[in-house]
């Protein structure tokens, strides 16, 4: 990322983020409520997730390389069971997900559950369009399973939408009308595997399209800038459709 990319993102993220929780701050009591009357428990989460990529490192004893993430607490409000990884740990969340809440459920597809994420924004642990970061054990596996996955956070911060956001449907499905929807089937169960259609993999492979070509419009500040006001424009538009990923 050239620096004149590098110092007008992190004004936008400043300003923004200011400017995002000045905005959505009175509405964050009434949220709060509506979380614990449907699910009592905690109000925001914490979670560890994988940020910029820093290195890849060695196996000990010498092996395969490894993907290494700058690690950091991302906040949300909470939008599922309070016991929803006491079995199964950290996984993937699908569409019909059944340890979502009621009220999780509106907040994921307004995406009315990622606006405490403007604190990690103004600290800058993350900007406010960039490729969404995943748990840093489900990172890793997705690098592991999808060729150049960690490419997307090399020298990039993880963002509250993205490229992929404004884009793609829950999970990473493409959209009817979508650019990308004529080569789903290229894209998906490359190998024709029975039984695998409409696997979690193949999404993630379709979110990486997009993350990648965001990350590529970063190298000059006349192709990032236009970019990123068309997310950050069209991101409300997803939320009020409410169908964003």
């Known amino acids: 990322m050239v620096r004149s990319v590098r110092v007008v993102k992190r004004l936008i993220d400043v300003v923004g983020s200011v400017l995002g929780l000045a905005i959505t701050l009175p509405f964050f009591p009434l ?48 939008s599922m069971r309070p016991d929803a990884e006491k079995l199964t740990g950290p996984v993937l969340a699908t569409e ?11 907040l994921r597809k307004t995406r009315i559950d990622e606006l405490p994420q403007f604190l990690n924004v103004f600290l800058g642990d993350m900007s406010i369009v960039g490729p969404r970061p995943e748990r840093p054990e489900l990172a890793e596996q997705l690098a592991s399973a999808i060729p150049y996955f960690e490419e997307r956070m090399r020298d990039v911060k993880p963002g509250i939408t993205g490229l992929a956001q404004v884009s793609l449907g829950y999970s990473g499905k493409p959209l009817p009308g979508s650019e990308i929807l004529p080569f789903e089937k290229d894209l998906t169960n490359p190998f024709k595997v029975e039984g695998a259609e409409d696997a979690q ?21 006349r192709t990032f800038v236009p970019l990123e006001l068309s997310i950050l424009v069209r991101t409300p538009l997803v939320m009020l459709r409410a169908r964003g990923t």
């Open 96 to 106: 019909d997900d059944p340890r979502i809440t009621r009220v999780g459920k509106v």
């Open 201 to 221: 993999a193949d999404h993630m492979r379709i979110k990486l399209l997009y993350d990648l070509a965001y990350t590529a419009a970063m190298e000059e500040l």
């Open 31 to 78: 949220i709060a409520a509506a979380v614990y009357i449907d699910s009592p428990g905690d109000i925001f989460i914490r979670q560890r997730r994988a940020g910029q990529l820093r290195r890849s490192s060695d196996d000990e004893g010498g092996g395969i390389p490894r993907p290494k993430f700058r690690e950091f607490h991302m906040l949300k409000f909470r």
